[in-house]
Nanobody
Framework: QVQPVESGGGLVQAGGSLRLSCAASRIAFSANHMGWFRQAPGKQRDLVATITSYGVADYADSVKGRFTISRDNAKNMVYLEMNSLKPEDTAVYYC??????????????WGQGTQVTVSS
């Protein structure tokens, strides 16, 4: 398998926190920029955050100041720390390689994603 494997989602109350993990093995992980995306029911998949191969992070305006993306190249892992969660953050979250800072998804395969549900 070459698709990423996401985990860490769940049900949380508004204002709560979650930490998502993405295992991206079997790719040249350290050489790739990585991103987190999310897709709410009936909506398109949107980019949430990216982190370059050299560690520069960028965020969508809707999550700036609340979410933190990080990576561990030794473990081929990328993380998304989500704080002050809002009901509008409810979505399935995916990770993938990206073309550039806040660029499009470049990986051929998508994982199953991890469901995040925020109750009001």
């Amino acid at each position: 398998q070459v698709q990423p494997v996401e985990s860490g989602g769940g049900l949380v109350q508004a204002g709560g926190s979650l930490r998502l993990s993405c295992a991206a093995s079997r790719i040249a992980f350290s050489a790739n920029h990585m991103g987190w995306f999310r897709q709410a029911p009936g909506k398109q998949r949107d980019l949430v955050a990216t982190i370059t191969s050299y560690g520069v992070a960028d965020y969508a305006d809707s999550v700036k100041g609340r979410f933190t993306i990080s990576r561990d190249n030794a473990k081929n892992m990328v993380y998304l720390e989500m704080n002050s969660l809002k009901p509008e953050d409810t979505a399935v979250y995916y990770c993938n390689t990206v073309s550039s800072r806040m660029g499009w998804a470049s990986g051929r395969y998508w994982g199953q994603g991890t469901q995040v549900t925020v109750s009001s």
